[in-house]
């Protein structure tokens, strides 16, 4: 009896002490690699950090560090703030116990960074016994440090200014309070994420600050601002209420959109930031619908600065169709669709019943073809198509005998063509079509013009 208790015990504790056992052997296994991680850095540290910010393009970052053995590796780890993805760059320095590691973080930036970005970093430090030292995150401005900036708070915007006067800002900011908050109302924004603009006062104050653009857009002045929703950041040329507006809209739009979203056909981030502006002109579908292109092809906004501002009218005048037409909350509702994933097509079918070729289509004036006609009820009454009159059936067989006629005499003439041979084999040909008919001027033509 006893020996066979002292069994039934051993073969129900086993279990549950390889179970306990296992559990142990994982905790000594965290609090050894948690030793070994505090103690990582242990044997280094940071010394000293330096940033010098010097417009235009400096950011000079830099840090001191030592350890018992010799550094080999720093890395720089930076983003916008707000961005999601981390970056990294190796600063110079010689490897030794105490080095001092620098590099100019504008020339590691692969892509334009505009003044008033916000740049979010932090080093990762190893030393030649693998030990290694993550130092806190920390934030530097890429500031204009050419002028003396002053700022102002409106809502989720903060303005930076420079030589304006207290009663021109003071005047935008009173329109601008009334201006944001319908912002947010229409694009039913709750919580906003703070966002940022920088204004300049003169235009030659803006060529180095502005992204690069062509000489003609430049030379006309055809772009006033831009905005980088990444940065949560607009640039500007005048304390200007609608321009501010614009640019702020942007922002908003890019909020309101969400991380899920696909990508934002300019015509809509376009025609919706140009439409929250409170004194811009809306032009009618008619006098744009033959002097624009189809809303499939105005995915981006490319072209002269003529069929740039149509661009931008056309944009406009289709978003105002929409909520005009059909109200805040179905573009609220068409808004969130596409912040859930939709594709374009499939949030304007689901809100309006409309494709984007239909809603072209009906913007124009035209029958869309979007929706079909809701079935006729009992009782209703829906009139039978009128017969076709004689005057009718006459003009369809005069139009056939006509049809007819010229189909007999381009056959006779086909006929006759083939009974005699072409004495001009290369007739009709096109200088692009035949070399030896090219002018010497031409001959490195390739194609038509």
Do not use: C
């Not at 069994?7 to 905790?27: K, Q």
């Not at 607009?234 to 501010?244: A, K, N, P, T």
């Amino acid at each position: 009896m006893q020996s066979s208790f002292f069994h039934l015990s051993f073969t129900l504790i086993t279990p549950l002490r390889a179970v306990f056992l296992a559990l142990t052997g994982v905790f000594l296994i965290f609090m050894l690699s948690a030793s070994s991680l505090s103690a990582a850095g242990g044997d280094l540290k940071v010394v000293s950090t330096g940033e010098e910010v010097s417009f235009p393009g400096n950011v000079d970052l830099s840090v001191t560090a030592e350890g018992d053995a010799d550094i080999v590796e720093v890395r720089l780890f930076y983003r916008t703030v707000g961005g999601q993805v981390w970056a990294y760059a190796y600063p110079d320095f010689v490897p030794a116990n105490q080095v001092t590691a620098s590099l100019n973080l504008t020339g590691e930036v692969s892509t334009y960074l505009p003044p008033g970005t916000e740049v979010e970093y932090y080093y990762e430090i190893t030393d030649a016994q693998g030990n290694v030292l993550r130092t806190e995150p920390t934030v530097v401005e890429y500031e204009d440090t050419r002028f003396d900036w002053e700022e102002v708070k409106v809502g989720p915007l903060t303005l930076r200014y420079y030589d304006q006067s207290d009663l021109r800002v003071r005047g935008v900011v009173r329109s601008l309070e009334a201006d944001l908050a319908r912002l947010q109302r229409v694009l039913h924004l709750g919580q906003t994420e703070e966002i940022k603009g920088v204004i300049y006062s003169r235009r030659s104050h803006t060529l180095e600050a502005f992204p690069q653009q062509s000489r003609t857009t430049t030379e006309q002045q055809t772009f006033q601002g831009f905005a980088f929703p990444e940065s949560r950041l607009f640039l500007g040329l005048g304390m200007d209420r609608g321009l501010i507006v614009h640019e702020s809209a942007h922002l908003l739009f890019d909020q309101a959109m969400g991380e899920s979203a696909l990508p934002t056909p300019a015509w809509l981030d376009e025609g919706f930031a140009s439409y929250m502006d409170p004194s811009v002109k809306i032009f009618s579908d008619g006098s744009l619908n033959d002097r624009t292109n189809p809303l499939r092809a105005m995915n981006t906004v490319t072209g002269t600065p003529h069929s740039i501002g149509t661009f931008y009218q056309k944009s406009l005048s289709v978003v105002a169709f929409m909520i005009d037409e059909f109200g805040e909350t179905s573009f609220q509702r068409f808004i969130s669709q596409l912040g859930n994933g939709s594709t374009m097509d499939a949030a304007l079918t689901s809100v309006y019943g409309l494709d984007l070729d239909g809603l072209d289509t009906r913007w124009a004036g035209e029958p869309s073809g979007g929706r079909e006609p809701a079935p006729s009820s009992p009782g209703t009454f829906r009139p039978e198509p009128d017969s076709p009159s004689l005057f009718l059936f006459f003009n369809s067989w005069l139009l056939g005998g006509l049809v007819l006629l010229v189909l007999a005499a381009v056959s006779i003439q086909y006929v006759a063509t083939k009974l005699r041979p072409d004495p001009y084999p290369e007739e009709g040909l096109q200088p692009w079509e035949d070399p030896d008919l090219w002018d010497d001027d031409d001959s490195d033509r390739s194609g038509p013009y």
